[in-house]
């Protein structure tokens, strides 16, 4: 399976796994309910850029990935928490063992910008873009 099809596939994992949860404004208070459990209605991911540098193996000089972005989408169809998601990922960061060799593929949350619903009857849910670094380790 190639490298790309198992970051595609752990990231996907990631987000099924996940718990995301509505947050309710009362007007004087905002809270987040934590017993109810809100799915994505859009899940996009995607290569966004790659470099390449100098790898030495053996005697030989080759290139490999120095560096590979990614890009996680998430939309909502109301206003949700995503702390627990970020926080489950940061605690233990996702990795992939690669069948084809002995290579361990890592991913790490770089940055995210949020768009959040305007409070008052805005059918307009949370909006979240990820990106997310990718080290795929020595082989």
């Known amino acids: 399976m190639s490298h790309k099809t ?6 996907i994992e990631q987000v099924q796994a996940a718990s995301f ?11 987040v309910d934590e017993d109810t459990n809100v ?5 996009l991911v ?8 100098d790898s030495r193996r053996s005697d030989r000089l080759r290139q490999s990935i120095s560096s590979w972005d990614w890009v996680l989408v ?14 489950a990922w940061i605690a233990d960061v996702p990795k992939v063992k690669s069948t084809e060799d002995t290579r361990v593929i890592f991913l790490y949350l770089e940055s995210v910008e949020y ?25």
């Open 6 to 11: 198992l970051i595609y596939n752990k990231v």
């Open 46 to 53: 995607g290569e966004e850029a790659k470099t390449f540098g």
């Open 74 to 87: 998430l939309k909502f169809n109301r206003e949700v928490s995503l702390e627990a998601f970020e926080d």
């Open 39 to 43: 799915s994505p209605g859009t899940i």
């Open 115 to 139: 768009i959040h619903p305007e409070r008052k009857n805005d059918p307009k849910g949370t909006y979240a873009r990820y990106r997310i670094r990718v080290e795929i380790g020595p082989q």
């Open 21 to 31: 949860h509505p947050v309710q404004d009362s007007g004087r208070a905002l809270s």
